[in-house]
């Protein structure tokens, strides 16, 4: 962000991801993200986040690379966004409902270093269970966050 910043009350904050850090800091234990019947706060989702960027670090990707997060709405989606925006990459949120054409349209033009989904996507998609690329967000994680919550 070329010195642009976004305002959040009296603070001024340089990146998305300073925003979460400041809630969690500011309003730790408050709700931030419901899934049905889960909730993840914002220290849970600063910490959830914080996991998964290790993860696409360990996985090679690097600060301006470009990271495609094929999720269902579900609590890691936002903290998938939080942890790309982290490390420096870029997220590209597409619909898990894309046909499949438009799907590898998008991929082959915006070639992704990594393309972050789910087990039940890969066996919905072939071309995705091909790719090198691909990482099942369980495999990333171990286990989808609402599924890991009490």
Do not use: W
């Amino acid at each position: 962000m070329n010195g642009a910043c976004i305002q959040g009350g009296s603070a001024i904050y340089r990146y998305v991801h300073d925003l979460l850090e400041a809630a969690a800091r500011r309003d730790g234990s408050h709700p931030a993200v419901v899934c049905g019947s889960r909730t993840l706060t914002y220290s849970q989702l600063l910490r959830r986040s914080e996991q998964i960027g290790g993860l696409l670090l360990s996985r090679g990707v690097q600060k301006g690379d470009r990271v495609v997060l094929l999720l269902p709405h579900h609590v890691d989606m936002p903290a998938a966004v939080f942890a790309v925006s982290r490390i420096g990459a870029v997220f590209v949120i597409l619909n898990p409902n894309l046909k499949d054409r438009t799907l590898r349209h998008i991929l082959e033009d915006c070639r992704p270093s990594l393309i972050m989904t789910t087990r039940a996507e890969l066996k919905k998609r072939e071309s995705l269970a091909e790719a090198s690329n691909v990482a099942a967000m369980e495999d990333l994680t171990g286990t989808y966050a609402c599924d890991a919550l009490p």
